[in-house]
């Protein structure tokens, strides 16, 4: 595939056919032949690896990070890698990160933590091309060594894969050294729960008028806090209909997900139509004040710190502060609609898919064993009931047991109560709001 020249005053030339079929040289000069061979095997290495399209051995890596630049300026000229400098880990990470004019800034924010992990990791100047799997997998080992949760190791090494596969993409490397490095993410239960509606009546019992509107939105409504609830405005509520159009910041991005519509559940009209009464007059935001003013920065919702707020009110009415304040409430909100309608219906209302409520919201509570329980019990009960009733069935009369219609009110009457719980849930029975403190809407 390569071969060695001698020049007749002593000059080493190793020649090849490149992966796209044109004959190049390397010109290394006076040198010793067995430095030559050893050129030529490293170079017929990278050529093999490029044809087959994987990432160049451990050793062929080790070798290219050790090379000077002259020589290395000599293999980029030939096409064989990329042109030392521009495949600086560093530099590459900034460029990447300036270009990518299609995300937020607050998902900056959040690259710049894998991207710290791996400046120090690998240093600023290594050369990309050097990386290789074997050290892919000890980047992971070091996340691991680090103490992070399962899930944040998890999600840097994808932040790493992604910034990899671009730089792959752009033929800077010729593979992935981070495809298949992964973790199993393990979920704490401890950092799950379910908020009883019991508990937040006596959490709403301690707030002012302010928090009592946010409280209700994130368990009644399961907006997400900050970004959906202080982005709520008035005209997002059809009390007529009995529906929200809650405006997403966190999905936006995203085709035809910079919005949703819910129900205006049943258990969170009275806390909206408290708030609508105490509004300023031309009030635009459901909940305004303060958190809005201070939050939503050129990064996105920061520099806001309702927690600590929150925090007190739970306090204060003698609660101990669970672990993920805000999403807690929209979990138990999302938990207690999936008992009542199919899934792909509430996923549809929350905003998120079906994959991901089944591993991070939807959890399994108390209730549901007492329902389980009840249920066998009074199966069992039936049961008894319908061994003890069986012999007396032949004392029955051929026209008793073939006359007696199907009875069908039982559906009818499910079929009702269904439409009377919708009609509720979309605030039926409340009548039509005639105030119009916003002329022209």
């Not at 530099?91 to 300036?98: E, G, P, Q, R």
């Not at 997403?248 to 559940?265: A, N, Q, V, Y």
């Not at 909100?333 to 089944?358: C, D, I, M």
């Amino acid at each position: 595939m390569a071969s060695i020249s001698r020049e007749p005053n002593g000059r080493r030339t190793v020649q090849f056919i490149g992966a796209d079929g044109k004959r190049r040289s390397i010109r290394l000069g006076k040198v010793a032949q067995r430095i030559a061979e050893a050129v030529k095997l490293r170079v017929e290495l990278i050529i093999a690896s490029k044809l087959a399209g994987h990432a160049i051995d451990d050793e062929t890596a080790r070798w290219l990070a050790q090379l000077e630049k002259p020589m290395a300026d000599k293999l980029a000229k030939a096409g064989l890698i990329p042109e030392r400098g521009i495949t600086a880990l560093g530099k590459f990470l900034d460029d990447y990160v300036t270009q990518r004019k299609d995300v937020k800034e607050a998902t900056k924010e959040i690259w710049s933590q894998p991207i710290r992990n791996l400046r120090t990791f690998f240093g600023e100047n290594r050369d990309m091309i050097t990386i290789t799997e074997a050290d892919a997998e000890a980047f992971k080992q070091y996340l691991i060594a680090e103490k992070l949760a399962s899930t944040t190791v998890q999600k840097r090494l994808q932040f790493a894969c992604t910034f990899f596969k671009a730089a792959r993409k752009r033929k800077l490397i010729p593979s992935n050294p981070f495809e298949g490095i992964t973790t199993v993410a393990v979920l704490s239960k401890d950092r799950q729960r379910y908020i009883t509606v019991e508990e937040i009546e006596r959490v709403i019992a301690f707030c002012d008028p302010h928090w009592r509107t946010i409280v209700a939105l994130c368990r009644f409504g399961g907006l997400r806090c900050p970004s959906e609830v202080l982005s709520l405005r008035w005209q997002d509520v059809d009390w007529e209909r009995g529906r929200i159009e809650v405006q997403s910041p966190k999905t936006e991005h995203h085709p035809g997900k910079d919005s949703r519509t819910m129900p205006l559940f049943a258990e969170l009209r009275p806390y909206l139509e408290e708030a609508f009464e105490l509004a300023p007059e031309g009030a635009v935001y459901v909940v305004g004040g303060p958190y809005r003013e201070s939050a939503l920065t050129a990064k996105g919702w920061r520099n806001i710190n309702m927690r600590t707020q929150f925090e007190r009110i739970l306090k204060r009415a003698g609660l101990k502060p669970w672990p993920r304040l805000f999403h807690a409430l929209r979990a138990s909100r999302e938990t207690e609609l999936a008992r009542k309608y199919p899934l792909h219906v509430v996923t549809a209302w929350f905003g998120n898919s079906q994959r991901v409520a089944l591993k991070h919201y939807l959890q399994v509570t108390d209730d549901d064993f007492e329902r389980a329980i009840q249920g066998g019990a009074e199966s069992g009960a039936k049961a008894v009931q319908n061994t003890v009733q069986q012999p007396a069935a032949p004392e029955r009369s051929d026209e008793q047991e073939t006359t007696q219609a199907p009875d069908d009110s039982g559906a009818c009457a499910n079929s009702d109560d269904f439409m009377l719980e919708l009609a509720g849930s979309q605030g039926g029975g409340h009548g039509i709001r005639t105030r119009n403190r916003f002329p022209g809407i």
